[in-house]
Every structure is written in structure tokens, then in C-alpha cells.
């Protein structure tokens, strides 16, 4: 697989400084070298919200560090966790003195090493806590979502409790939002195409090449079935089917949509993906609120797709709708 | 006879000494079950260990804790975390001591042993590093001074090896080789084996 890069091993540095580098906004820092927070400190009497996770998904994690998102996020080579060490100095980075979020998804090393910087800060007197974001339907069923694993859905999460951090809330309020936030999202998807780590010389799955699989996750975890290629149409309507069937008790008769590509699916063909969802949704009654079409949580050069519906109450719209920038979403009052 | 703060010293040097050699033996035993990094992630967090000054440090709790939190800095892999998990539950308990002596180290074994438990919600049993601290625990229990210790953990991980070679991997990536994995060295076993068979040499 052809990459623009240099050597392997300086893919993520090299990325990072890029990154920082066009968005005057972040800044790069911390022993490790490895951990992105906001330019400017953060506001003394707010409460962080950091995240964290492997490199490879870009917009998430790091690019989603911005006003009324994230304070500050860790990040790990290429589908890997970020270090313990770059947890903790993502932690401090986000400590104004009320506590810190931290807000991850559920994967087992990524949470081993937040949880072990969580305890190597009590002694600092840094107040933390945990939501992991478990959106993706397709990784365990619903009586074990604990279990699932965290995808592109998270970002509704990073967008609420964001929102009222940066309003003044306070770290139990912040952590409270974040949780019903997981809670009402659900997220499912679909891949074409594999990635390829760099470095590796092979890519991470393979997949015929008249072959898709649903519900794969988004470093090539195994879904629910591998078949041949459909229309969109006839995709869009089962990941639809399959959202819904999961739909969360509470409010239902909304819902944010996040249809986004797994990095190498065009913008065109999520939105043809994006108009057979609208209009599965309008059949069964829920009205879509601020729908998100582009490339918000990636996995390399896998094509592919994935969507999320975020059922919203009346806090969440609100919030959602609050004024947040970061390099890749920015919503204006 | 007891443990302290230089002798730690001496055997993280000696470890890191041993990882020289053992950096690709480690990659290669991985890369039949994963993508081939424990020698080279070892490497770096025992490197970074190896260049933590303990020279001031108060007692062999306070330097089994630097060097945790050194290795949280080389590593964001599970075994990596796992090691570190280790060391600092095992340097929270010795905190404040003075020494630790040779009857001492079967406990702090085990605390770490547990501590990677409950961190890594791995099991005994499941071929992974805890069945070799397990054994190697259990082994320290009989030891009376720092060579019989060496050389009893350098015993209780090699038979560990040997007992568990038949046996499936039940968790983390290599469990999704299922039965492929019986006959195949767990790498992070291995690394027991190797390291503590450096340390007795």
C-alpha cells in the first residue's frame, strides 16, 4: 500500500508536528512529545475534559481539541494506546484546579493506561473520571454494552460535555452529560476496503475484492457478516435497521446523524449513503437535528463508512448547538 | 541479607544488559502471535528504567516507584503497563521500609501478581505473564538468601514455560488464535524466563 511518509517510525511525530504546526490553535507537548492540548492554558475553575488514543483516526482524537470540546488528548502510535505517561501529562494539562474528565473509548489498554495515570495523579490531588464511549452496536449485543467498543459516535460525547465545561459546570455535572450522551448513541459501520499500518508490510485484514463487511470495527475487528458488495442504498437501510432496533429507552423522536467515512470513502458517497438514512429516519418518525457528513472518525485508508445517530432531549440539542471550534468541526451560534 | 536501593539498581542494569540479545528473540516469539514488538517494547522500558538515577532515593519502595513511573513513559502497550502496574503496587508496599529482606519478596511478587490482575482482568491460568509471577512467588516463598531467590524465580519461570508451552492462550490478541497457540511460547513468559535467568547468572 503506497503511504506518503518518511520513516515509519516517525509517522506519528511527523504527523503531530504537521498537525500543530496548520492549527495555530493546538499546541504539542509533554515529555512524551505526545500529547495535544489547547494553545492557550486551561481557564482557571474549568473542568477538563482530556481523551485519548491511538494514532490512525484522524480527526479523532486529537483533532477534536478546541474550545467548547477537548482540553487536552494523549495519543499512541498507530493503533495503539498512548502511554500511561502521556495520559498523565494529558490530565495535568487539562486540571484547572475543578477535576478532570477523561473520556475515551472502551478499549482494554487504552482504559489500563488512563486508569493507571487516574491513580498516579491522586497523589497530586487531581480529581478524575472515567465515561468510555461504547457507540459501536456491532461489537457485543445490547445486554452487554459495556462490552462494545468506542467509534466515531464518542465525538457527541466531546461535544456536550465540552459545552458545559465550558459553561461553568462542575466535574460531576460534566461526567454526568458525557455518560447520557454514551448512552443515547449508537453507532454502526461498514468497510470496503482494508488499511495498512505503516511500517507493516501487510494490511491489518483482508477482503475479497467484490467484499464488504458490516459492523467491522475500526482497526479491522470482525463484524457481523462478510458478503458481497450491495447498492447503498440496501446498506444505508440495514445499518439504519440495526441503529434503530438498539435505540436507547428515553426520548426517541430525534436524533443527530453522523454519517462518516472510514477515510478513503468519498464525500460523495456518503452522501448518497446520508439521503436513504434521512429518509429511513423521516419513515419512522425521528427528525434529524445538526447532521454531520464528512470525515470525522478514520481508520487509515480503509474505505468504508459508518453512522451514528445521537437521540437527543432538549440538554443535548442545546448543547450541541452551543459554539465550539476545533481544527475539524466549529459550530457557530 | 536484604534488598536495597542499590541492589535494585545493579538488577535493572543487569536486565537491561540482558535485553541486548534478548530484544529479537522477544520480537520473534511475538510476531507468531502478534505484530512482533514485546522484545523492542521491553527494551525501551527497561532502557528507560536503566537510566533513572537512584542514587538519592529514600529506601527500595521510593525506587521501585521512579521506575514504574519511568516505564509509564516507554510504553502505551498492555504488557508494558502491566510491568509498571507491578512495580508500583510492589513499591507501594515496600514504601517506608528501609530494606526489604529475602522473606519479603515472595509478598511483594504476589502484590504485583495480584495488581496485574485486577488491572488487566487477565486470570490465572491463562498463559500470561502472572502464571510465571505466579510461580515465581511461590518459589521465593522457600528462599533464604538473594542467590536462592535468583536462581528459585530463575527455576519457577522456565518450569512455568515448560507446564504452560502445551497449553492455549486465553487472552489479548493471541487468544484469537484459539488452539494455534498450544506448542508456542507466550512472549511475555518468555521474558520472564530470560530476564530472571539474567538476573541469577
Known amino acids: 500500500m503506497k503511504k506518503l511518509m518518511n520513516k515509519p517510525s516517525d509517522f506519528v511525530d511527523e504527523m503531530l508536528d504537521g498537525l500543530v504546526a496548520a492549527n495555530p490553535s493546538l499546541a504539542l507537548s509533554g515529555e512524551t512529545g505526545r500529547v495535544v492540548h489547547r494553545a492557550t492554558p486551561i481557564r482557571k475553575g474549568k473542568v477538563g475534559v482530556v481523551s485519548g488514543g491511538g494514532s490512525g483516526h484522524l480527526p479523532l482524537f486529537t483533532g477534536y481539541v478546541g474550545e467548547g470540546l477537548l482540553d487536552s488528548c494523549s495519543i499512541g502510535n498507530v493503533f495503539e494506546g498512548p502511554t500511561v505517561g502521556s495520559c498523565m501529562e494529558a490530565i495535568r494539562l487539562a486540571d484547572g484546579g475543578k477535576g478532570v474528565l477523561r473520556l475515551y473509548g472502551n478499549y482494554g489498554g487504552d482504559r489500563m493506561n488512563f486508569d493507571m495515570a487516574g491513580e498516579m495523579l491522586e497523589d497530586e490531588g487531581i480529581r478524575t473520571t472515567t465515561v468510555l464511549g461504547n457507540d459501536d452496536v456491532a461489537s457485543a449485543g445490547p445486554t452487554e454494552r459495556q462490552k462494545r467498543r468506542g467509534v466515531a459516535g464518542i465525538i457527541y460525547a466531546y461535544k456536550t460535555a465540552g459545552a458545559l465545561a465550558e459553561a461553568g459546570a462542575d466535574l460531576d455535572a460534566v461526567t454526568a452529560i458525557a455518560k447520557k450522551t454514551v448512552d443515547r448513541t449508537r453507532t454502526i459501520g461498514v468497510a470496503l476496503s482494508p488499511c495498512q499500518v505503516p511500517g507493516s508490510d501487510k494490511p491489518s485484514f483482508t477482503l475479497g475484492e467484490n467484499e464488504i463487511e458490516m459492523g467491522m470495527g475500526i482497526h479491522g475487528e470482525p463484524g457481523i ?109 | 541479607m536484604s534488598i536495597t536501593v542499590s541492589s535494585i539498581a545493579a538488577a535493572v542494569a543487569r536486565a537491561n544488559a540482558a535485553m541486548e540479545p534478548l530484544e529479537q528473540v522477544l520480537n520473534d516469539a511475538d510476531a507468531k502471535l502478534g505484530d512482533g514488538d514485546t522484545g523492542g517494547m521491553l527494551a525501551r522500558v527497561i532502557g528507560k528504567m536503566a537510566k533513572v538515577d537512584l542514587a538519592s532515593v529514600a529506601d527500595p519502595g521510593a525506587a521501585l516507584s521512579q521506575l514504574a513511573k519511568a516505564a509509564t513513559l516507554a510504553t502505551g502497550s498492555s504488557l508494558g503497563t502491566l510491568f509498571a502496574t507491578g512495580l508500583l503496587a510492589a513499591g507501594r508496599e515496600a514504601k517506608g521500609r528501609e530494606t526489604i529482606g529475602v522473606g519479603d519478596l515472595s509478598g511483594l511478587v504476589a502484590t504485583a501478581r495480584d495488581a496485574m490482575i485486577a488491572r488487566g482482568g487477565a486470570a490465572l491460568g491463562d498463559k500470561t505473564v502472572l502464571d510465571s509471577l505466579d510461580a515465581v512467588a511461590e518459589a521465593l516463598k522457600e528462599a533464604e538468601t538473594p542467590e536462592q531467590a535468583a536462581s528459585a524465580a530463575a527455576k519457577a519461570a522456565s518450569d512455568a514455560l515448560d507446564a504452560f508451552r502445551s497449553r492455549p492462550n486465553r487472552i489479548g490478541r493471541a487468544r484469537m488464535f484459539g488452539d494455534q497457540t498450544i506448542g508456542i511460547d507466550d512472549p511475555g513468559m518468555l521474558a520472564i524466563k530470560e530476564l530472571t535467568a539474567a538476573l541469577a547468572g
Open chain 1, 225 to 333: 457478516w462478510r458478503d458481497t458488495l450491495r447498492e447503498a442504498d440496501t446498506i444505508a437501510d440495514e445499518m439504519i435497521d440495526r441503529l434503530l432496533a438498539d435505540k436507547p429507552e428515553g426520548p426517541g423522536t430525534r436524533a443527530s446523524i453522523l454519517v462518516n467515512s472510514l477515510g478513503a470513502t468519498p464525500l460523495e458517497e456518503l452522501f448518497i449513503l446520508y439521503r436513504r438514512a434521512r429518509a429511513k429516519l423521516e419513515a419512522a418518525r425521528i427528525a434529524i437535528v445538526r447532521p454531520l457528513v464528512g470525515h470525522y472518525a478514520t481508520s487509515m485508508e480503509m474505505a468504508g463508512a459508518s453512522i451514528s445517530l445521537c437521540f437527543v432531549d432538549d440538554e443535548i440539542e442545546a448543547l450541541l448547538a452551543a459554539p465550539a471550534y476545533c481544527p475539524f468541526w466549529t459550530v457557530t451560534a
